[in-house]
């Protein structure tokens, strides 16, 4: 069983769509992640979600929405992607917020944006 | 063969050598530290962690090293094999008023040639 699953694997769009990417964690975790790799294998931080509350809010564009359902899913929806949204996002989990623990990671979401 | 923080992003060695990849972290107040393993295609894969109160923890065929003096962190790969190849983050942890957040290092290429 994959621990966290995100869908998308690959998602090809124009410039100026939305888009949806899915995750989800099975691991029983309280906090969820979205991290964007850029081409140069950089990752940044975008979000955390902690029991399905906003905790990290990194200098991301409004046209970026995390929603958390609940606190096995966070997902990630993009509007009027841009060029320069082409990276590949990651989703991860820990087990809670506030102490050190690793975290782990899904197979990433590759978007090209065209 | 040796990295040298985020001036040489890659190291290539032969099969069987021994690999050390290091790392210069930012933040003085970081207490907690995790070398992830990113393969092609994939998610960061979990190695190794330690805490800012060691300087010193093994797994098997790894061992991590920290300085907090100099501010270095560094992964040492044992009888380096094919399977190894990948691309090697550093992440450091720092605990904010939001609770903690992890921030990754630029990241190094070991190639190991067979």
């Known amino acids: 069983d994959t621990a966290v699953s995100q869908t998308p694997k690959y998602l090809v769009t124009q410039m100026g769509n939305d888009k949806s990417i899915k995750c989800e964690q099975n691991?029983?975790?309280?906090?969820m992640y979205w991290y964007k790799q850029d081409s140069k294998k950089f990752l940044k931080i975008m979000f955390s979600?902690?029991?399905?509350?906003?905790?990290i809010n990194e200098t991301v564009p409004n046209r970026f929405s995390p929603k958390s359902p609940d606190k096995a899913h966070l997902n990630l929806h993009i509007n009027s992607l841009e060029l320069g949204d082409s990276a590949v996002y990651f989703c991860?989990?820990?087990?809670?917020?506030?102490?050190?623990?690793?975290?782990?990671f899904g197979s990433g979401t590759q978007l090209s944006v065209l | 063969g040796e990295s040298v923080g985020l001036h040489l992003p890659t190291l290539s060695v032969q099969e069987g050598d021994n690999s050390i990849i290091n790392c210069a972290y930012s933040?003085?107040?970081?207490?907690?530290f995790i070398w992830y393993k990113q393969e092609s295609g994939k998610g960061p894969q979990f190695i190794i962690d330690?805490?800012?109160?060691?300087d010193k923890r093994q797994g098997q065929r790894v061992t991590v090293l920290l300085n907090k003096t100099v501010k270095h962190l560094s992964l040492q790969i044992a009888a380096t094999q094919p399977g190894d190849s990948a691309v090697y983050f550093c992440?450091?942890?720092?605990?904010?008023?939001?609770?903690?957040?992890?921030?990754f290092g630029e990241g190094t290429q070991l190639t190991v040639n067979p």
């Open positions: 330690i805490r800012s109160n060691m």
């Open positions: 933040n003085s107040a970081s207490d907690y």
């Open positions: 979600y902690n029991n399905k509350e906003l905790i």
């Open positions: 992440a450091e942890n720092i605990m904010g008023t939001s609770g903690s957040r992890l921030t």
């Open positions: 691991l029983g975790h309280d906090t």
């Open positions: 991860a989990s820990s087990p809670r917020q506030i102490t050190n623990e690793k975290l782990f």
